[in-house]
């Protein structure tokens, strides 16, 4: 698996040929942020309009898939809750990001583009989102591909506790190679 990074910016997002979008949504926010605020542009206020009505999922790991209809090269966006901003914790989080993973395999999807849920809230470091993310992912199968989108300033601290996660599976894959030699 591949984990790349992305830039906080429509032009970029537009751009990927990703199959699949996913982003958090909490059911306070108001206006919308972040990346999901950027796709609600594209897609002309819809995602706005569809939280205001209740048609999107904003209850921790629900989740709903959103057609582009054209307006993103990427053909699906997935809606995961994130809940109430002053009750999201660590624990939300990595619901969330169970949700967001298990909607990727669900869907087959090969290459995907990702917002970590808390970060578009600013309710941790870039650093402290992808090491939580690295956590909860650990030992799942993933998309060929995984580019997380952020702020372009960020992408440094995050590369290296993704490169750490990186070493520690590749020394568990190794003692795997090994018990199984004996």
Same mark, same amino acid.
């Given at each position: ?51 205001? @009505? ?14 582009? $209809? /054209? &307006? +993103? %090269?990427? #053909? ?45 809230? @600013? ?14 992912? $650990? /030992? &799942? +199968? %993933?998309? #060929? ?38």
């Amino acid at each position: 698996m591949d984990i790349a990074y992305l830039p906080l910016e429509l032009h970029r997002i537009d751009m990927s040929d990703a199959e699949a979008l996913v982003l958090p949504v909490m059911s306070d926010e108001r206006p919308l942020r972040g990346a999901t605020s950027l796709i609600d542009w594209r897609l002309c206020g819809r995602l706005s309009r569809w939280l205001k @009505e209740g048609h999107l999922p904003t209850q921790i790991g629900r989740a709903s898939l959103i057609p582009t $209809e /054209g &307006r +993103l %090269l990427c #053909e699906r966006i997935i809606i995961v809750g994130a809940g109430e901003s002053q009750k999201f914790s660590r624990e939300s989080a990595k619901e969330v990001i169970c949700a967001m993973m298990e909607a990727l395999d669900g869907l087959a999807v090969r290459k995907a583009l990702m917002a970590l849920p808390g970060r578009t809230w @600013e309710l941790w470091t870039a650093e402290e989102a992808v090491a939580l993310f690295a956590e909860v992912i $650990e /030992g &799942r +199968l %993933l998309p #060929e591909s995984l580019v997380l989108i952020d702020h372009a300033d960020t992408h440094r601290e995050m590369q290296r506790v993704i490169e750490f996660f990186r070493l520690r599976q590749r020394a568990r894959e190794t003692e795997s190679r090994v018990e199984k030699r004996r």
